[in-house]
């Protein structure tokens, strides 16, 4: 079975940009999640999607957004895009709700340079 | 708000010797997961623990979920190159993930 595939896997973008990331979950898996990554910051939740609705968030500006399309695949956009936003940009599939018990599966994840 | 703790952020060890991370948590979690992640890749599941008091054992990785589900611990017996990376606990505290910090295995040249 195919892993999660985010493309692109490298992005360089200019402040005041934006930028979308797209993530191809697990056959089967209806739960998205998206994570922000940095040196030293661990990994900070964005927002999950479940059968094309939002049902968790972090605290993240609104500049971050998300959706799910019917076939469970999920882009997320940044907009206005500032220095601070440079990170690598994971997306997690799981297979039943999205809830804490389900593993997540990682993609490769997708590193954002901001200049 | 909700948080788990991970300490410590970094622990440098000698080839063959143990190494020991540990989470502990503000509120009692449902269960924990483990992950791992490499130099330059993505978190990998390693385990979920959802007893209270349960301990699992993965060849020279042993994991425990204290008895009040608040805390968890992940020791690593004569560590080898090969376990080099960040360990993250994610508890799961009212149907959401919540990440620790991760603590960085670096073993020492």
Redesign the interface.
Known sequence: KAGVTQTPRYLIKTRGQQVTLSCSPISGHRSV?WYQQTP????Q?LFEYFSETQR?KGNFPGRFSGRQFSNSRSEMNVSTLELGDSALY?C?SSRA?????D???????TRLTVL | GQQVMQIPQYQHVQEGEDFTTYCNSSTTLSNIQWYKQRPGGHPVFLIQLVKSGEVKKQKRLTFQFGEAKKNSSLHITATQTTDVGTYFCAGDSNYQLIWGAGTKLIIKP
């Open positions: 999640s030293g910051q661990g990994l939740f968790n994971l997690a709700g999205g809830r804490g018990t593993t997540q599966y990682f993609g490769p994840g």
